[in-house]
């Protein structure tokens, strides 16, 4: 995509929290900006990219965008970078150092919580990360506020010599508001870079000298906090209750309670306990109303002010209106209209997905799965046929063959970790496990990441683990963004082309055990899986088919079946396109008194893109090239 300046602001628009953010560092006079995709923050940097007078990149992990927002800052420009709330896991080990070492241009650091889980692996509350980096932590409450803040990030940045943390929520990051934005200003220091061993390379003699620092910097943004227009208290009329509120969960209070107290928390740490103070005095309950963890509700009871929270509130999900009404009524002792009286269902466990149709209906049901034509497809169909296998699968679109209908993952712990869990895996086999094939399966952008790591302690420690590479030279799972594997950057120029073959081989897998295969041609991946995972020693096939979202994907004429030659045998339903659908169910009885279900199938020719996975598996030859 080209890069260009964007117009002249308007008196309002209507921005998602995440664009919202990226208008912000801009008109902040941001100057750099790098990130990895991850949903809920993955739009952050693509927005950001059409600003042509701000450099942008996806980074190869979140810990070098943040190490390379270091650099910007310590270069003298203002600089950002954005994560999900697992990413801040992998950029922990630069925060952690940053925090004593400062800033020069402002450094701000968006992260997003995935608070009810719409799209990660865990439920985590990053607020945690500005206590133990005692660093502040502001929290807009929807876009126009996203915008704002981001823009106050760098000043308190450059105020107090620190990074900040923006945390956004799921519900910030993707739900659009009204946003009145400004004009660019520009804030560098024109004298660049300037060496300061003492302040930036942090031995042991010059990091203990800086810690003292760091909590004096606390110390004062704590009385910024007590003194801030960004921690105001909201007047109510009905005495009966307060709250303690920051984020979205503000927006819930206020729609669930609007007359009642309420201390909104835009800088939420280091919190104004005072003030805190200040208003349980003049109510009869004070309420903590936080997304996830009760770190506000600890730190207010451990200067002796009573406050409720978590034992009236869930310490899961979102606290949206349907469950602040119930658990605050309860608490007042007040009954609630019969459509209100119903407390908010506690998230349970998915059922398993079923084959049969949904009653009375011929659609056939399907749970979150692959694109039609995805390259993953194959590989999963080619999986769910070889037995006595032990699969550690990883993050991206490849996570769903864990699901119907290929149940062809047994592991997904976090990015990069199939290559370390399947070495453990190999390691620590007991007998009953003696004989099974160890498999690791991950994506390009993954591998990338964070796998190359575990591949060279696979080789190094002699391990018996065949890796599956799936390079589909995207970010698949987030949209199909850009990555080395790609041959092009965030701005769709031209740029370095990975080669995984020689990096396998440079982490030390033999020439001979690295394989590419087209994971369409069905026949050659299944002989490339069944040999390799008898070998004894670490092996890699390397699947190179495109993603079906890019523009590069070859799209082909569909398919079509033979309803005449169809016999009902599922066997292309194994492959789980989502093109491939069931119009009617049979119930038959063999010869030897056993009953049999087909399931006659269509296929949906307008997304079909005629990969020729389907035809693959089919025994009457039923699925043929559409005719036009």
């Not at 952690?96 to 992260?111: H, P, S, Y």
């Not at 899961?316 to 009954?335: D, F, H, M, T, Y």
């Not at 119930?587 to 893109?609: H, M, Q, W, Y």
Request: glycine letters at 8%; charged letters at 20%; one cysteine or more.
């Amino acid at each position: 995509m080209n890069a260009v300046n964007p117009l002249p602001a308007a008196d309002r628009q209507f921005m998602s929290g995440n664009e919202a953010v990226a208008r912000g560092a801009w008109e902040a006079g941001c100057r750099v900006a790098a990130a990895y995709p991850g949903t809920p923050s993955t739009e952050i940097l693509e927005y950001a990219s059409h600003y042509g007078d701000m450099y942008t990149e996806w980074s190869i992990n979140e810990k070098v965008s943040l190490e390379i927002a270091i650099g910007a800052s310590l270069a003298g420009s203002r600089a950002f970078c954005a994560m999900k709330h697992v990413g801040l896991n992998v950029a922990s080990d630069a925060l952690m150092t940053e925090t004593l070492i400062g800033i020069r241009g402002g450094l701000v650091l968006a992260v997003a919580d995935d608070v009810g889980l719409s799209s990660s692996q865990n439920e985590q509350d990053s607020r945690f990360w500005g206590r133990f980096a005692h660093v502040p932590i502001l929290e807009p409450s929807d876009a126009q506020e996203a915008y704002q803040f981001t823009r106050t990030a760098f000043d308190l940045s450059e105020r107090f010599n620190t990074i900040v943390i923006l945390r956004l929520t799921t519900r910030i990051c993707h739900v659009k508001g009204v946003v009145s934005p400004g004009e660019r200003q520009e804030f560098i220091h024109p004298e660049g870079f300037q060496k300061n061993p003492a302040t930036q390379v942090m031995t042991p003699a010059n990091a203990r000298h800086r810690i003292p620092l760091m909590y004096e910097r606390e110390e004062r943004i704590r009385q910024y906090s007590e003194e801030c227009d960004l921690n105001p208290i909201q007047e109510g009329s009905d005495r009966r209750i307060g709250f303690v509120t920051s984020g979205p969960a503000f927006m819930h209070v206020r729609e669930s309670f609007p007359d009642a107290p309420v201390i909104k928390l835009g800088l939420s740490y280091p919190p104004p306990l005072e003030k805190i103070r200040a208003l349980a005095g003049t109510v009869e309950q004070l309420v903590v109303v936080e997304e996830v963890e009760p770190l506000l509700e600890t730190e207010i009871k451990a200067t002796g002010i009573t406050v409720l929270g978590k034992e009236v509130l869930p310490r899961i999900g979102e606290l949206s209106p349907n469950v602040l009404r119930p658990a605050i009524a309860k608490l007042l002792g007040e009954a609630l209209p019969a459509a209100e009286a119903e407390p908010a269902p506690r998230p349970k466990q998915a059922p398993e997905a079923k084959l049969e149709p949904a009653a009375g209906s011929n659609l056939f049901p399907r749970p979150p799965t692959m694109c039609v034509a995805c390259p993953h497809l194959g590989i999963y169909y080619c999986l769910s046929k070889i037995r006595n296998t032990s699969i550690s699968g990883d993050i991206g679109c490849y996570t769903l063959g864990a699901g119907h209908p290929w149940n062809a993952l047994d592991t997904c712990v976090c990015m990069g970790a199939s290559m370390g869990v399947a070495l453990g895996l190999d390691k620590g086999r007991v007998e009953a496990d003696t004989n099974k094939r160890v498999i690791a399966v991950i994506g390009d952008s993954t591998f990338m990441h964070m796998g190359m790591q575990g591949l060279l302690d696979i080789t190094y420690n002699k391990g018996n683990v065949t890796i599956l590479l799936l390079d589909n030279r995207a970010v698949g799972m987030t949209g199909g963004q850009d990555n080395p594997a790609s041959g092009r950057n965030l701005h769709g120029e031209e740029a370095f082309q990975i080669d995984f073959r020689k990096v396998c081989e440079a982490l030390g897998v033999k020439p001979e055990r690295i394989h590419e295969v087209n994971p369409y041609e069905l026949p050659n991946l299944f002989n490339a899986l069944r040999e390799e995972v008898k070998i004894g020693e670490p092996s890699v096939i390397i699947t190179n088919q495109p993603c079906v979202l890019v523009d590069f994907y070859g799209i082909q004429p569909p398919f079509t079946v033979d309803d005449e030659k169809c016999t009902g045998c599922k066997n292309c339903l194994d492959v789980g396109c989502p093109a491939i659908y069931v119009t009617r169910r049979e119930t038959v009885v063999k010869p030897n008194g056993k009953e049999k279900e087909l399931a006659f199938v269509r296929i949906d020719s307008a997304a079909c893109t005629g990969c020729d996975l389907c035809p693959k598996t089919c025994g009457p030859d039923a699925i043929i090239p559409l005719q036009t």
